[in-house]
């Protein structure tokens, strides 16, 4: 039986690392929302992101993200999957996965490595929820591995 959420669709013990168009769905039919699948982590691996990386690498990347001048004004969200294997990445109309490739590559080369807590953007008591979970080397990281994962 289809689920009505799209990712419980996914056989998640052959899942691999990548980017992965998850579903698009049609508003008004004028409007599409994409969701992608940015998999750091194979799900069966047993080997998933910490807390404080996730977190950390969800506010930097939920900030430059949106900088890029390609698909910063279509995306809709970028967040966290609760199995902490990565991130979901809503966009708008026509980005392609070549083009979130290509600002995530430009983020990872112009932020990461970071090298303190002033790094992250938004990790203040004012912005945030819980601005002492954060783990810079786990984000670094995860986020270099995910970044060989696309680029070779």
């Not at 069966?44 to 807390?51: F, H, V």
């Not at 990872?108 to 992250?120: C, H, L, Q, T």
Request: glycine fraction near 8%; charged fraction near 25%; hydrophobic fraction near 40%.
């Amino acid at each position: 039986m289809k689920s009505v959420v799209s990712s419980f669709d996914v056989d998640h013990r052959t899942l691999r690392e990548g980017l992965y168009l998850r579903s698009t769905y049609k508003i008004n039919d004028e409007l599409s929302v994409l969701s992608w699948d940015l998999r750091f982590c194979a799900p069966m691996d047993k080997r998933p992101l910490s807390a404080g990386a996730v977190h950390t690498i969800e506010h930097l990347m939920a900030y430059w993200l949106r900088m890029d001048g390609k698909i910063g004004k279509s995306i809709v969200s970028f967040c966290p999957m609760g199995c902490l294997t990565g991130f979901y990445l809503s966009t708008m109309n026509d980005v392609t996965a070549d083009d979130i490739k290509a600002a995530f590559g430009e983020v990872a080369r112009k932020v990461f490595p970071i090298k303190g807590k002033e790094d992250i953007v938004g990790m203040t008591e004012i912005q945030c929820g819980n601005p002492a979970l954060f783990d810079i080397e786990g984000a670094n990281k995860a986020v270099a591995d995910y970044y060989k994962v696309l680029f070779g």
